[in-house]
T-cell receptor
Framework: QQQVKQSPQSLIVQKGGISIINCAYE??????FPWYQQFPGKGPALLIA?????SEKKEGRFTISFNKSAKQFSLHIMDSQPGDSATYFC????????????FGSGTQLTVLP | DGGITQSPKYLFRKEGQNVTLSCEQN?????MYWYRQDPGQGLRLIYY???????QKGDIAEGYSVSREKKESFPLTVTSAQKNPTAFYLC???????????FGPGTRLTVL
C-alpha cells in the first residue's frame, strides 16, 4: 500500500500558536519522510525531513515527530506566523537510485495576524 | 544561478492537440521527475528518469510521454489521449539516490 494519508485538509491558527499536521502511512519499506511547503503558484520546497531511526527532528520553529510503531509522523510549527500561511505536504519514499515520493493530499494552513 | 526552470508558466491548449512542457536543470542532477497537481490533491508521479536515455512510468503515465536525451533536460508531452489534462505540472530533480527533490516553478496547463 503506497498511500500516505494527511490531515487536516485545512487549518487556521492564530499568530503565535502551534500548527500541527499529521500523516500516516502503510508501507513499512518507507525510509524517508520529508515535508514540503508550497506557496500559491509556486513549486514545493523542502522544509524538513526525517528518517525512521530518530523520533524527532527540529529545525528552527519546525519539528517532525515520528512514531515508527504507529506508522505516523507529524509536523509541528511553533510560534506560527502569517508568513507560514501555505500548503504543506507530507511525503514518503523507499530506497532506490531514483526515489519516488508518495505525497499526502496537503494541508492548507492559514495563520491569522 | 542554479536551479530548475520550467516553461511556459501558463499554457493553453485546444482539445485534440499535443503540447510539450519544458524542464531544464543546471544542478547536474542525475534523476528527474514529472508530477501532476490537481486542486486539493497531492502531487502524483507521471514519469521519472534516473539517467539519460532511460525513463520509467509513474502512477499516472497514461496520455503522457517523455524523453531524456540530455542530462539537463526532461520534456513532457501531454498527448490528446490524456482525457483530463488541465492541471499544474511540476518538474523536479535530485542526485541519484539522494533523497531531496528540488522542484521547478511549475506550468499551469489549461485545455480550452
Amino acid at each position: 500500500q503506497q498511500q500516505v494519508k494527511q490531515s487536516p485538509q485545512s487549518l487556521i491558527v492564530q499568530k503565535g500558536g502551534i500548527s500541527i499536521i499529521n500523516c500516516a502511512y502503510e508501507n513499512t519499506a518507507f525510509d524517508y519522510f520529508p515535508w514540503y511547503q508550497q506557496f500559491p503558484g509556486k513549486g514545493p520546497a523542502l522544509l524538513i525531513a526525517i528518517r525512521p531511526d530518530v523520533s524527532e527532528k527540529k529545525e528552527g520553529r519546525f519539528t517532525i515527530s515520528f512514531n515508527k510503531s504507529a506508522k505516523q509522523f507529524s509536523l509541528h510549527i511553533m510560534d506560527s506566523q502569517p508568513g507560514d500561511s501555505a500548503t504543506y505536504f507530507c511525503a514518503a519514499s523507499s530506497g532506490g537510485s531514483a526515489r519516488q515520493l508518495t505525497f499526502g493530499s496537503g494541508t492548507q494552513l492559514t495563520v491569522l495576524p | 544561478d542554479g536551479g530548475i526552470t520550467q516553461s511556459p508558466k501558463y499554457l493553453f491548449r485546444k482539445e485534440g492537440q499535443n503540447v510539450t512542457l519544458s524542464c531544464e536543470q543546471n544542478l547536474n542532477h542525475d534523476a528527474m521527475y514529472w508530477y501532476r497537481q490537481d486542486p486539493g490533491q497531492g502531487l502524483r508521479l507521471i514519469y521519472y528518469s534516473q539517467i539519460v536515455n532511460d525513463f520509467q512510468k509513474g502512477d499516472i503515465a497514461e496520455g503522457y510521454s517523455v524523453s531524456r536525451e540530455k542530462k539537463e533536460s526532461f520534456p513532457l508531452t501531454v498527448t490528446s489521449a490524456q482525457k483530463n489534462p488541465t492541471a499544474f505540472y511540476l518538474c523536479a530533480s535530485s542526485w541519484g539516490g539522494n533523497n531531496e527533490q528540488f522542484f521547478g516553478p511549475g506550468t499551469r496547463l489549461t485545455v480550452l
